[in-house]
């Protein structure tokens, strides 16, 4: 069983920067992707971006450019900077692993690839 953990959610002004974190534990298989999502009220939960086992990644066209997302060396702890920020990336953001084989390139950022999800951290961005 995986555990993911995410922080960093909070509130910021648009043009502002947030930087979230996600700490995973107790793997039993490694992880072939691991991806940012978010869930507006009333919206499904939509992919933001994903990293997988090369490092290749993969972004949401509404985000390309600014936000990054990254791993640490051991591949324990997902970032994901956040810049520009507008009021529409106001969500709940959910950290995310897959241990599918299949879940790089165009798979990456469909929800329904992963295995693993935190309890999301709030993101509000207001104008």
């Known amino acids: 069983q995986v555990q993911l953990v995410e922080s960093g959610g909070g509130s910021v002004q648009s043009g502002g920067s947030l930087r979230l974190s996600c700490a995973a534990s107790?793997?039993?298989?490694?992880?072939?992707?691991m991806g940012w999502f978010r869930q507006a009220p009333g919206k499904e939960r939509e992919g933001v971006a994903a990293?997988?086992?090369?490092?290749?990644?993969r972004y949401a066209d509404s985000v390309k450019g600014r936000f990054t997302i990254s791993q640490d060396n051991a591949k324990k702890t997902l970032y994901l900077q956040m810049n520009s920020l507008k009021p529409e990336d106001t969500a709940m953001y959910y950290c995310?692993?897959?241990?599918?084989?299949?879940?790089?390139?165009?798979?990456?950022?469909?929800?329904?690839?992963?295995?693993?999800w935190g309890q999301g951290t709030q993101v509000t961005v207001s104008s």
């Open positions: 995310a692993a897959s241990t599918r084989a299949y879940c790089s390139g165009s798979r990456s950022l469909v929800r329904f690839v992963y295995d693993y």
């Open positions: 107790g793997y039993t298989y490694s992880s072939d992707c």
């Open positions: 990293i997988d086992s090369d490092r290749s990644t």
